[in-house]
């Protein structure tokens, strides 16, 4: 059963404009939360993390916020840059067995010039 | 090294044979993952190692499978008697830390097996 859901698999958005990157997880025990991105044939690189203590976490024009009660996080890209186009996912991790990951399927994101 | 480096990038093996590939974690990281990605979906666990031991291989999808991570450094995933569902790219991630919350990883680029 898959833990990490992104529903949308792909995005369009307009250079300058908010992408925003939606992920819903199904368990509560989750505590930590990570964002990667991904070119084509390169490995995920790490973006943006939140523990569960926070609703938000920015670093510079990425801002990821958490809903625990909706078991919901979002990644917001502002303004948008022709280089943001990538495959994102997002990652859960919970404290017990903080060995493993569990992540989405990815989203697509076309920034269009 | 500065990042986690994965060899062979590409593999194309005949069903039946059996690969093995390399995973160089960065330096000093204690913490070392495998996961396998298929066509279209997101990586998913396999194996991870904290130094030298083997401490969850609850994610390795047959005996087929198998890792090792001798010195605590180099670790290498081995898959014998390929098939053709076998096909995927093996990505191997590196973190320093021992334990989440705060361990975020860092992923190689990827060995891509193809089995025909």
């Not at chain 1, 992104?6 to 368990?27: A, F, H, K, M, W």
């Not at chain 2, 390399?22 to 330096?27: F, K, M, Q």
């Not at chain 2, 666990?45 to 904290?50: G, P």
Request: aromatic share 12%.
């Amino acid at each position: 059963d898959q833990q990490v859901k992104q529903n949308s698999p792909s995005l369009s958005v307009q250079e300058g404009r908010i992408s925003i990157l939606n992920c819903d997880y199904t368990n509560s025990m989750f505590d930590y939360f990570l964002w990667y991105k991904k070119y084509p044939a390169e490995g995920p690189t790490f973006l943006i993390s939140i523990s569960s203590i926070k609703d938000k976490n920015e670093d510079g024009r990425f801002t990821v916020f958490l809903n625990k009660s909706a078991k919901h996080l979002s990644l917001h890209i502002v303004p948008s840059q022709p280089g943001d186009s990538a495959v994102y996912f997002c990652a859960a991790s919970r404290r017990n067995t903080g060995n493993q990951f569990y992540f989405g399927t990815g989203t697509s994101l076309t920034v269009i010039p | 090294g500065a990042g986690v480096s994965q060899s062979p990038r590409y593999k194309v093996a005949k069903r039946g044979q059996d690969v093995a590939l390399r995973c160089d974690p960065i330096s000093g990281h204690v913490s070392l993952f495998w996961y396998q990605q298929a066509l279209g979906q997101g990586p998913e666990f396999l194996t991870y190692f904290q130094n030298e031991a083997q401490l969850d291989k609850s994610g390795l999808p047959s005996d087929r499978f198998f890792a090792e991570r001798p010195e605590g450094s180099v670790s290498t995933l081995k898959i014998q008697r390929t098939q053709q569902e076998d096909s995927a790219v093996y990505l191997c991630a590196s973190s320093s830390l021992g334990t989440a919350p705060g361990n975020t990883i860092y992923f190689g680029e990827g060995s891509w097996l193809t089995v025909v």
